[in-house]
């Protein structure tokens, strides 16, 4: 049970990281048996409702009992933004420990696990400086853009993808605004937030591909064109960050007619795949992680044990 007569800050906070499928969903909520937690989503896509198979989001049947935060908070039309999650994933953090009870972190995007944990500020916006630069983006694309920002900023360059136009015009008006680097702004490797873990689930590559590609297989026999086509009716396609997530477009490109069920679910493998290794990459440059084998017996236990005894209920 959750001891609520401790100070707040002796209560820890657990993120679970590690690429996609290798795992991270079980050991949270083995974890969240065994101290007494809540678990707090940092997954980017999962914050939309409607979004259930694609992103992997586990089942409300499926979650052991075990209450889960910030989970379907905003419609596919929505622009989800890190500035406003750190904000209300730190309030929840608050709010659980306050009580006693212990917050644990999962889900697949790095960029909102460091931006909830790290010190990590973000610059204001200017709306004419940001419609300059999304004008000028959609003239001359993003390699144009990116190559700019990499003679501004090659730190943040290397960070980006030349595809990603919305975070290149992002850096772009930050370093416009303040005269300072973008990657200045990034997280850096030290926690904002008091007690905090890192267990990371670690997998061999030839191992996860395979555990990709039956999630995947198993996405599309549960329904995932279905549920596509049914978010295609309430604007996916038009949807500036949802329609982005691994797997959407793809199937969009089904229901056009360009590709067949099975290239769909081709292509969403590879994404997939690459998306992980993305991930690992990310994750890997982390020293304060702890990494566990995915198929250790004793994981969950190996896991609770990182958290010290003191702090556990």
């Known amino acids: 049970m959750s001891d609520s007569s401790q100070p707040p800050d002796a209560v820890p906070v657990i993120a679970v990281v590690g690429p996609t499928a290798a795992g991270k969903t079980d050991l949270s909520l083995a974890l969240a048996e065994r101290l007494g937690g809540e678990v707090v989503n940092t997954d980017a896509m999962q914050v939309y409702r409607g979004m259930d198979i694609g992103t992997a989001k586990q089942p409300p049947d499926q979650r052991r009992g075990i209450t889960h935060h910030l989970l379907d908070f905003l419609d596919i039309d929505q622009v989800a933004s890190v500035a406003e999650f750190q904000a209300l994933a730190r309030a929840t ?17 790095a960029l909102y696990t460091r931006a909830v944990l790290d010190e990590f500020a973000f610059p204001g916006t200017d709306p004419d400086v940001r419609r300059r630069l999304t004008d000028e983006l959609e003239r001359v694309g993003s390699g144009v853009l990116h190559e700019r920002l990499a003679t501004l900023d090659p730190d943040a360059a290397a960070a980006i993808l030349a595809s990603n136009g919305r975070r290149i015009v992002r850096a772009l008006e930050v370093i416009e605004l303040t005269g300072e680097k973008f990657s200045a702004t990034l997280p850096r490797l030290a926690y904002a937030v008091a007690n905090a873990h890192q267990i990371g689930v670690a997998i061999d590559r030839a191992t996860l591909h395979q555990r990709i590609e039956r999630r995947v297989d198993a996405m599309f026999e549960a329904g995932f064109v279905d549920e596509v086509a049914a978010l295609v009716e309430r604007g996916l396609a038009g949807a500036r960050t949802a329609s982005r997530a691994i797997g959407y477009p793809e199937v969009m490109a089904h229901l056009r007619g360009e590709l067949t069920e099975a290239e769909a679910r081709e292509r969403t493998v590879i994404a997939t795949r690459r998306f992980a290794r993305r991930q690992d ?33």
């Open 281 to 313: 990459q990310w994750f890997r440059k982390d020293p304060r992680i702890t990494w566990l084998a995915w198929d250790d017996p004793d994981l969950a236990d190996k896991a609770a044990a990182l958290v010290p005894r003191t702090l556990t209920h």
């Open 93 to 109: 953090i608050t709010r659980l420990r306050d009580a006693g009870t212990t917050p644990i972190l999962v889900g697949g995007s």
